[in-house]
Each structure stands twice: as structure tokens, then as C-alpha cells.
């Protein structure tokens, strides 16, 4: 099993993609859980805050549950800010203990997330209302390591999510979806004399000419 | 999907049985995770210590982990000491919301459990050296909702694992073992009819007489 841990600036686009590749993930068959990095942090420690140890507390423990879920074989999406390279490399070596890791970067320039603050928290920071905020007053390592990157300023959410599938298919942790159904999802591809065997054979009932 | 929460003193024999059923319940096909308290605490919260507001905290997260394994059909065990009951209803509340909640009291006089100590820890509780330890210098609240109560000062490890055993059992959580193999296994045991005319069909057949 496997964890996507998508990492970058707040609006940047992670939880949306995120959103989007659950739900495609679940289409294909997949057990998935989608840790909100939010969610887990009002579940587990409603008192921790931003700096930069807190937040490396809060991306060891997504990643404590990310493993025990990929060591039952649920696959695990994860949209968390994790502005430190050093602190992605820890959820790294905690998850691979148990599952595989693919990193995507969601990548968008401060400006447009800025541009695009849904939810009004960049405006908030710049009036000093929230303090380690990234890309205000706390600082965003861009990823030295990574599977993937994407572009949210270019590219739409739909475009983005196709990059991501087909990104894991290409590391070979998902099954193209080509191949999603049919003899071909269980391993049962016929061998090319297989495959002639059975024209020949229709051939002879009068399927084929 | 459920959780077992094995609740009890230091040294009752909690961690004993929770891996005695853990291997019992594997053994019957189910994908199960033993959440060891003290490992929850190193990974979620190392430096949270043990006052009751604290072990409430402890007591929180364990119960948010077995929802989320739960969730995605993981039987859950927990042995923690959960000395009070409120926090104890808490887990309750939690853990339905995904599963359902099986609370095992381990009843053992304090006497007992001091004897045992296999870890020297009363003796190093009664010399001061660990401060709020359940059973000398911290309460522990007998509880008033149980599913089932074991007592080990009486009963070995052996018969209080088939109690609980036993106890999931009567709960419908566990497929009598019996009925652990074969066609009743998967809900397609015949009917009399259906057996008699397999029966007719075999006579035919020269198989019986």
C-alpha cells in the first residue's frame, strides 16, 4: 500500500486535488483514507501549535497513522502544508516502514495563492492575526525530494488529479485504469499463443474469418 | 468492525490477554492491530505525562486510531489502564462512531498486581520514584459499563482469553468457531431441502446407497 502526501503553500490546491484523487482512487477499487491534516490535528492535539517543532510533531503524527493504515492496506491521502524538507523526509521514513511514499509538490507561486485565499487566512496573517503562518511569516522549503510536481497556476484541479493518477501508475502503485477491468485486473492476461489458440478456435466455429 | 479495551491496574494481566486474543482472533481470518498503549504515547505524544486530564488525552487519541482502523475493518485491541470512567464513556463515543465498543474490565485486587509487578514499578511507585501511579498514588475507578469483567486473580491467561472469546461471541461480533470453516462460514449453508435432493442426485449417481 502506499501514502500521497501532498505538500505546499496554504491555497495552494492540495486539499482540492487531494479531494479529487480520493475519489478516483475509490472509483478503482481502493480502500482509502483521506487524513485531513486539519482534522487530525483537532483529533489528536487540539493544543499544538505552529512553529517549526510543532509542526514536525503534527507531520510525525500523520504519518504514524498513514502507516498503520497502509500496513492494513487502506491507501492514504494526505494534504498537509509540511514546509520543511527535513520534516518530509521524517513522514518518509515513518511511512516506509509499513508502506510506500509519493511526495507531490503542489507547487503555485505566494502571489496567486495569495490572489486565491478562499478561506481569507493570508489577509488575516498580513494584518498579524495569525501568527507562523506560511508564506507570510513562516518560511516554505521547496522539496529537494519528490515524486511529483505539479503547477496549480497553470494547470486546473482536473488536470492536476489526472497528473497525480497517472504519476502513480508510472511508479507502478496503481493499475492503469485501461487495464481496471476484465481478465487483465486479475493478472490473467493471455500470452500471445493463448490469444491465437482462441482465434484459431473461433475461427473454426465461424467467428472470424 | 470492534474494538476490544482491555481496562485494568498495572500488572492486572491486561497486555497479556489483549495479545493472547489478538493471535486468537488472527487466527480466525480477521485483520487485527494491537494498539500497545505505551507505544500510542511514543508516537503520537511523548512528552505527554500522567495526570488526568493527560490519560484522558492518551485515552482520546487510542479511541480516534481504532475509529479510523475500524473504519476500514481492522478489529482493534487496546489494553490501557483507562482508570477513570469517564474517559472510558468518552472511548465509547468515540469508537461508535465507526465500530462498536467492547470494554473488558480486568479485575485484580491491588495486592495481586503488586505481588506480580513484573516490571518492578509498584515497587518503584511506593519508593516515589514515578509519580501518579494507578493503584498507589492514583485512583483507579471500578467500572460501572462493562461488556465483561475477568478476574485473573483467579482464572488463568488461557480460560480469560476464552471468555472473551467467548464474550465477542455473545455479543454477534464473532463467528462461533465452530462455523469458522466451510460453506456456513460464508453464509451458504444448504437448506434440508437442498441437502436432501444433493443426497438424491448422489444415490443416482451410485455414490450412496
Known amino acids: 500500500m502506499f501514502t500521497v502526501w501532498f505538500t505546499g503553500l496554504p491555497a495552494s490546491g492540495k486539499s482540492t486535488i487531494a479531494k479529487r484523487v480520493e475519489e478516483a482512487l475509490r472509483r478503482r477499487g481502493l480502500d482509502v483514507e483521506n487524513l485531513d491534516a486539519d482534522e487530525v490535528r483537532r483529533n489528536l492535539h487540539p493544543k499544538l501549535g505552529f512553529s517549526k517543532e510543532e509542526r514536525g510533531e503534527n507531520n510525525r503524527r500523520i504519518a504514524y497513522l498513514a502507516k498503520l493504515l497502509n500496513k492494513h492496506d487502506v491507501v492514504v491521502i494526505v494534504a498537509a502544508v509540511s514546509p520543511f524538507e527535513e520534516h518530509r523526509r521524517m513522514a518518509r521514513r515513518i511511512v516506509e516502514e509499513a508502506g510506500r511514499f509519493f511526495l507531490v509538490w503542489v507547487n503555485c507561486p505566494v502571489e496567486v495563492c495569495k ?3 478562499p478561506k481569507g487566512l493570508y489577509e ?3 494584518r498579524g492575526e495569525i501568527p507562523d503562518f506560511t508564506g507570510v511569516s513562516h518560511p516554505y ?7 511529483l510536481r505539479l503547477d496549480t497556476a497553470k494547470d486546473d484541479p482536473r488536470t492536476c488529479t489526472e497528473q497525480v493518477l497517472a504519476g502513480l501508475e508510472r511508479a507502478g502503485l496503481l ?32 467467428y472470424l474469418d
Open 175 to 206: 493499475q492503469p485504469a485501461e487495464a481496471g477491468t476484465g481478465r487483465e485486473r486479475e493478472g490473467v492476461a493471455l500470452t500471445p499463443e493463448e490469444e491465437e489458440a482462441i482465434r484459431e478456435r473461433l475461427r473454426q466455429l465461424g
Open 124 to 126: 488575516r496573517a498580513e
Open 141 to 147: 522549503e521547496p522539496p529537494q525530494r519528490y515524486e
Open 115 to 117: 490572489a486565491r485565499d
